[in-house]
């Protein structure tokens, strides 16, 4: 499966989060580009990615940032031994 993730670094927020199917690669790419370009025109700085996982639990799990709050992750590095 493929992913297309729109991310405000700034604020920490998932902004738009789409799922294709792998035979809608093309489709994928060209929707990453669109909103990449509709974006700069509107001058919004936003992290935009595409990510290939098995499932979105895999991709929630390899790419938490995207899903967690800071003080999500900021409890889960606390916690975490070194």
Same mark, same amino acid.
């Given at each position: 499966m493929l992913f297309l993730i729109e $991310?405000? *670094?700034a604020k920490g927020t998932l902004e738009d989060f789409r799922t294709f199917q792998d035979s809608e690669r093309q489709l994928a790419h060209d929707t990453r580009l @669109?909103? @990449?370009? %509709?974006?700069? =025109? +509107? /001058? &919004? +700085?936003? =992290? &935009?990615v595409i990510l290939e %996982?098995?499932?979105e639990q895999a991709? *929630?799990?390899t790419h /938490?940032? $995207?899903?967690?709050s800071l003080a999500e992750l900021v /409890? @889960?590095? %606390?916690t975490t031994p070194n």
């Open positions: $991310y405000d *670094r @669109e909103l @990449e370009l %509709a974006l700069n =025109e +509107q /001058g &919004v +700085q936003h =992290e &935009v %996982a098995p499932s991709l *929630r799990h /938490g940032r $995207y899903f967690k /409890g @889960e590095l %606390a």
